[in-house]
């Protein structure tokens, strides 16, 4: 049998109870009521200020760029998404990579001032796999600089940062709830903010910039959630502390058994993982390729993530050299974690790592 990350499912009575309400109003999207009700939710289980649903990830950040009228560069990171660095691009913007911390692998906030200029209108920080930033020092210089801050926080489903929400920072924060998300809406993404103004714009941009009115105030696109996402997120917002409760244990058995052959990520002492990912570092890359090797020999399959460094990618080159990325983007891959991994599947792939190590060239 394979071995790999698999999405969560929630019960199929469950879902199928609400798509038997989908179909008997026929209501599919257009802000529906299952859709209008996952936001009133999030909103409360995340206990932020305001939560719109959008079609994935990536349009969120598009819409985003758009609501606050950033212009010229962004400062962001190369260790992150390829979707990062993309929309940026795609809006007509430029990604201005910072290098990362090679411990936390969040941006560098000591390389961020030298790298604004005159064309600087924001700062686009990731909560690597769910890492919170140095939001204190991020937005001492966004302040100082008038600039704009949006937080990538795709991988921070329920994290938390000084006690209270990580989304609660930065003029705004998107997620992702891509199907490979501890929390997912099969595709999906949100955009949050404390901003009821700004809020309200991303409503409308969402929507192909109609108002309450139904009137086009402002130029939009088509980003809306629709019903059958909803319905899933429902679901699994429901069964939430079950998923995170499982994954805990599958990342505290990695853990426990990688700790002594392996690099990890160093955590910010203001917060807990949320067990979305289990990401370890080798020495070189020499020996990751080869604990891929033995581990696909095995039918285990692991991700490379995040590689390569986005700039490396080519059509993102330009925007600047990062040493500290591409040498953490070489050695690092993520781990399987999925509720059906069993203790033989996990004693299984942390022996093939250690073997792996541990065998001469």
Same mark, same amino acid.
């Given at each position: 049998?394979?071995?790999?990350?698999?999405?969560?499912?929630?019960?199929?009575?469950?879902?199928?109870?609400?798509?038997?309400?989908?179909?008997?109003?026929?209501?599919?999207?257009?802000?529906?009521?299952?859709?209008? @009700?996952?936001?009133?939710?999030?909103?409360?289980?995340?206990?932020?200020?305001?939560?719109?649903?959008?079609?994935?990830?990536?349009?969120?950040?598009?819409?985003?760029?758009?609501?606050?009228?950033?212009?010229?560069?962004?400062?962001?990171?190369?260790?992150?998404?390829?979707?990062?660095?993309?929309?940026?691009?795609?809006?007509?913007?430029? #990604?201005?990579?910072?290098?990362?911390?090679?411990?936390?692998?969040?941006?560098?906030?000591?390389?961020?001032?030298?790298?604004?200029?005159?064309?600087?209108?924001?700062?686009?920080?990731?909560?690597? &796999?769910?890492?919170?930033?140095?939001?204190?020092?991020?937005?001492?210089?966004?302040?100082?600089?008038?600039?704009?801050?949006?937080?990538?926080?795709? =991988?921070?489903?329920?994290?938390?940062? @000084?006690?209270?929400?990580?989304?609660?920072?930065?003029?705004?924060?998107?997620?992702?709830?891509?199907?490979?998300?501890?929390? =997912?809406?099969?595709?999906?993404?949100?955009?949050?903010?404390?901003?009821?103004?700004?809020?309200?714009?991303?409503?409308?941009?969402?929507?192909?910039?109609?108002?309450?009115?139904?009137?086009?105030?402002?130029?939009?696109?088509?980003? @809306?959630?629709?019903?059958?996402?909803?319905?899933?997120?429902?679901?699994?917002?429901?069964?939430? *502390?079950?998923?995170?409760?499982?994954?805990?244990?599958?990342?505290? &058995?990695?853990?426990?058994?990688?700790?002594?052959?392996?690099?990890?990520?160093?955590?910010?002492?203001?917060?807990?993982?949320?067990?979305?990912?289990? #990401?370890?570092? &080798?020495?070189?890359?020499?020996?990751?390729?080869?604990?891929?090797?033995?581990?696909?020999?095995?039918?285990?399959?692991?991700?490379?993530?995040?590689?390569?460094?986005?700039?490396?990618? &080519?059509? *993102?080159?330009?925007?600047?050299?990062?040493?500290?990325?591409?040498?953490?983007?070489?050695?690092?891959?993520?781990? #399987?974690?999925?509720?059906?991994?069993? @203790?033989?599947?996990?004693?299984?792939?942390?022996?093939?790592?250690?073997?792996?190590?541990?065998?001469?060239?």
């Amino acid at each position: 049998m394979a071995i790999y990350s698999k999405v969560y499912l929630p019960d199929k009575i469950k879902y199928k109870r609400y798509i038997d309400k989908i179909y008997k109003t026929s209501w599919i999207t257009n802000n529906g009521k299952l859709k209008i @009700k996952l936001e009133k939710k999030l909103k409360e289980f995340l206990k932020v200020k305001n939560v719109i649903l959008v079609s994935n990830g990536t349009v969120a950040l598009q819409i985003l760029y758009r609501a606050l009228s950033l212009k010229g560069n962004v400062i962001t990171t190369p260790f992150s998404y390829v979707a990062t660095s993309n929309t940026l691009i795609w809006e007509g913007l430029s #990604p201005n990579f910072v290098d990362i911390d090679k411990d936390t692998l969040n941006i560098d906030v000591t390389k961020i001032s030298s790298n604004i200029n005159n064309s600087t209108s924001a700062i686009l920080p990731v909560h690597v &796999f769910g890492n919170p930033c140095d939001i204190e020092e991020i937005n001492k210089i966004a302040k100082k600089n008038k600039l704009k801050v949006i937080y990538d926080a795709s =991988h921070c489903f329920n994290t938390n940062y @000084k006690g209270k929400s990580i989304l609660s920072y930065g003029d705004a924060s998107i997620m992702s709830l891509h199907a490979t998300k501890i929390f =997912h809406t099969i595709e999906g993404g949100a955009i949050i903010t404390n901003n009821n103004t700004l809020a309200k714009r991303i409503r409308m941009i969402s929507n192909f910039g109609k108002n309450d009115n139904d009137k086009y105030e402002i130029l939009g696109i088509n980003a @809306k959630m629709n019903e059958f996402e909803a319905a899933m997120g429902l679901c699994n917002l429901h069964e939430f *502390s079950k998923i995170k409760k499982f994954r805990k244990k599958i990342w505290n &058995f990695y853990y426990l058994n990688l700790k002594n052959h392996f690099s990890f990520q160093i955590f910010s002492k203001h917060s807990i993982p949320n067990y979305s990912y289990f #990401p370890i570092i &080798f020495k070189t890359e020499k020996s990751l390729i080869k604990a891929i090797k033995l581990l696909n020999k095995n039918k285990v399959y692991v991700r490379r993530y995040f590689y390569p460094s986005l700039d490396k990618i &080519f059509f *993102s080159r330009k925007y600047g050299k990062c040493i500290n990325s591409n040498n953490i983007a070489k050695r690092i891959i993520c781990l #399987p974690i999925s509720q059906e991994l069993n @203790k033989n599947n996990l004693l299984k792939i942390t022996k093939i790592l250690i073997n792996s190590v541990e065998l001469k060239n």
